[in-house]
């Protein structure tokens, strides 16, 4: 004979999860102790840590064809600016905004480049900072994902298959577009081809007349600038001597662009490894030209209202 007992049900706890919570990204809505959204994969985290600002996060694209250079860029850009006091400070929030910076900086510490960007959104690391001026009260959150090229491409490629990117780059009020200057002065193609299937994809994407693409602040960053001899110069008048076709859509497409040229190595060399690999290593770490960009995105939003 089965002895009968008496079992509490934890029905609180059903009423507790049956609460929705709205993904930061794309709006849709996820059980709340859910780590990632069900339809784009993006962090909740992103979301739980919205719901405790008064005003909501803003967010900023860094994007480029794979290999271009953005983990390095990112990875180094947070640290140069959590180590910043003036003009801005900046605060990460959460653990994986502080991942992306330790991961980038202790490979190049040990002279190597970080490991490739996973393709799936779950194991992207998403940036969200805190910006604060010193003397005045007024902060600025923001969301800057270090997103996957072949995830960016899909996307570029077929719009609206990607989900992440898509919601993303609706609400996005700001771009970095990467272009690898190394392979442009090699003379070759694919870079420019890639930003410019970009542009074009984003004025599509939001084509409104006033708050649209074509009016958000677009910065388009040279990345390895330490191996292009002339685009620390003039990066404009680089761009248009060796990436016509892209400065002539961004000139055409839009109104508030502009080009800068970045490197975080001083020089790097091509080392072949016991696999057989051969990979480029840095020869030694001399950042150039990382935050200037992202200062003038930042001025330039300031200038505008938040539109999300
Ligand atoms: N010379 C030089 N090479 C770089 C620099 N930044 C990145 N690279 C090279 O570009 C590769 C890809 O960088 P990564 O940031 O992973 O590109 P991602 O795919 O766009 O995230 C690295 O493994 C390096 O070989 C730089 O500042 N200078
Ligand atoms: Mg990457
Ligand atoms: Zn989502």
Known sequence: MTKAVAVPLDSYKVIEHAQPIACFICNEQNNVSAPFCRHCQAPLALAHQAATQKSPPRMVAVVGATGVGKTVYLGMLVDMLSRRVHPLQILARGAFSITLQQTAVAALAQCRFPEKTP?????????????????????????????????????????????????????????????DAARLDDGLRDQEYFSMKFVSYLAELDPHPKTGWAHRPVAVVLTKADRAAGCRDDPEAYARSHAAGLWQQCSQRLQVCRFFAAGVAGGSALCVLRDGRRVQVPLRVEPHGIVEPFDWLLERLNRRKPSA
């Open 119 to 179: 393709n799936e959104p779950e194991r992207w690391n998403w940036v969200h900072c805190q910006i604060r001026r010193p003397r005045t009260r007024r902060t600025l959150e923001l969301i800057v994902p270090d997103m996957s090229g072949e995830a960016i491409l899909e996307e570029v490629e077929h719009p609206h298959t990607t989900p992440v990117i898509s919601a993303f780059l609706k609400k996005c009020c700001a771009t970095m577009i990467l272009v």
